[in-house]
């Protein structure tokens, strides 16, 4: 299996602009986790969806962030407009429904200039 | 809100030393405790312990949960430079369509030959 597939590695951007953030579950998973990462707060989880339906997005910090599960194979976090605050490391990992052991994506890093 | 406690945040040892490191949780509905490894990209999974007492082992790396006292300890024997990384825990829970996990901030560890 190619595990989690995240694109794109790296992102340089300018505030203000539109970041779309894409991620491939592994295939047969169907609950797909969205994080970010940064020195000063860790690993904290932003949505997560069971079946392509949201379950949780308390942990999605403003309105300006979205994200979506048009299918089980794809899912997409976007930023608008984006914000220096906003540069860390945002990795997607998935699992089987029911199950703790996530597995997780190599990570998008975004730099916001 | 669930919470968990990693210590040491960080740990510099020698090559062939043993490690321990420290995993407190406060988690609802708790259901799995699990420990990743971060090298310099996603973390990877090592180890889930649903159970109390019962030791899981990888070659140089065990671990085991107490759920009475809510804490788990992973330890690594005869350090290796490979071994240097930040070490993960996170708290499982379930209920209904919820299965997240809670991770804490991690052990930074270096391995110096």
């Known amino acids: 299996d190619a595990g989690v597939i995240q694109s794109p590695r790296h992102e340089v951007t300018e505030m203000g602009q539109e970041v779309t953030l894409r991620c491939k579950p592994i295939s047969g998973h169907n609950s797909l986790f969205w994080y970010r990462q940064t020195m000063m707060r860790g690993l904290e989880l932003l949505i997560y969806?069971?079946?392509?339906?949201?379950?949780?997005d308390s942990g999605m910090p403003e309105d300006r962030f979205s994200a979506k599960m048009p299918n089980a194979s794809f899912s997409t976090l976007k930023i608008q407009p984006s914000e220096p605050r906003d540069s860390a490391v945002y990795f997607c990992?998935?699992?089987?429904?029911?199950?703790?052991?996530?597995?997780f994506g190599p990570g998008t890093r975004l730099t916001v200039t | 809100e669930d919470k968990v406690v990693q210590s040491p945040l960080s740990l510099v040892v020698h090559e062939g030393d043993t490690v321990t490191l420290n995993c407190s949780y406060e988690?609802?509905?708790?259901?799995?405790l699990l420990w990743y490894k971060q090298e310099k990209k996603a973390p990877t999974f090592l180890f889930m312990l649903t159970s109390s007492g019962i030791e899981k082992k990888s070659g140089r790396l065990s671990s085991i949960l107490d759920k009475k006292e809510l804490f788990s300890i992973l330890n690594i024997t005869a350090t290796q430079t490979g071994d240097s990384a930040i070490y993960l825990c996170a708290g499982g829970n379930s209920g209904g369509s919820n299965y997240k996990l809670t991770f804490g901030k991690g052990t930074l560890l270096t391995v110096n030959p």
């Open positions: 969806f069971n079946n392509n339906v949201p379950i949780d």
């Open positions: 990992a998935s699992s089987l429904f029911g199950g703790n052991e996530q597995y």
């Open positions: 988690v609802t509905n708790f259901r799995s």
